[in-house]
């Protein structure tokens, strides 16, 4: 998509709104506004966005500060430091990018009493990609309860990003499938299985995806 902002986001919700009915559940929008400016996010919410996704903290902090008369929801779904934690359990709505044990105690350490508990997904690292975050899947039922055990976490789900030379043929979208149901069986909490982006969301949905993470057929391309 290479038109305006208002006109990417009629087509994208139309072709999200057609998916759904085609799978039969919902699906969010989570607008992935990476190295786009706050005034670019306030356009975006102006047209009935709400969620927007950012992957670096720091990055994000300016973006939140300026934009919090809104009330926008903020998702990270970037790596995260282990330094970074405290910063983002004080002012994100949602961490998408949990892959291992050690950061799951500094978030809960950080997330402030009168804040309702942190929403948290699983990152799973699905195609054992080695410049991916994410853990494997063998590893996702330990840490998905490591997050359930913390009073100030809510464990909401899993997210995953296939490797897109292969997301196509649905394999690894499926598997993330399977886990989801698999580990929702135990955690009630768990409604929410984020996957699928700009050039593979149809297929992320066909799976079973419920919140997919566009950016690029949102806001065009990105910076660096």
């Known amino acids: 998509m290479t038109g305006n902002l208002a006109q990417n986001y009629r087509k994208l919700r139309t072709a999200l709104d057609a998916c759904a009915a085609q ?21 975006c919410a102006a047209l009935g966005q709400k969620a927007f996704g950012e992957n670096y903290v720091q990055e994000a902090l300016g973006k939140i500060a300026e934009l919090a008369p809104l009330g926008l929801e903020w998702h990270l779904i970037g790596p995260l430091q282990s330094n970074k934690c405290q910063a983002a359990a004080e002012h994100f709505d949602w961490v998408q990018s949990v892959d291992r ?3 799951i105690p500094l978030l809960a350490k950080h997330r402030p009493a009168h804040q309702p508990p942190l929403n948290v997904l699983v990152q799973v690292n699905v195609d054992g990609e080695a410049s991916k975050s994410g853990c494997a899947p063998a590893q ?23 490797d897109p030379a292969t997301s196509g043929n649905g394999l690894a979208f499926a598997q993330m499938q399977r886990l989801f149901r698999e580990l929702r069986g135990t955690y009630p909490t768990m409604d929410t299985l984020s996957m699928g982006m700009s050039d593979d969301f149809p297929a992320a949905i066909a799976h079973g995806a419920n919140l997919v993470r566009v950016g690029s057929a949102l806001f065009g391309r990105r910076g660096p």
């Not at 699906?27 to 670019?40: G, Q």
């Not at 359930?148 to 995953?160: I, S, Y």
């Open 23 to 43: 799978s039969g559940h919902p699906v969010a929008l989570l607008a992935v506004s990476k190295t786009h400016p706050a005034a670019r996010v306030a356009e």
């Open 101 to 103: 044990a050690k950061i």
């Open 140 to 162: 996702a039922a330990d840490l998905a309860a490591r997050v359930a055990a913390e009073p100030r976490l809510a464990l909401r789900g899993l997210m995953a990003i296939p």
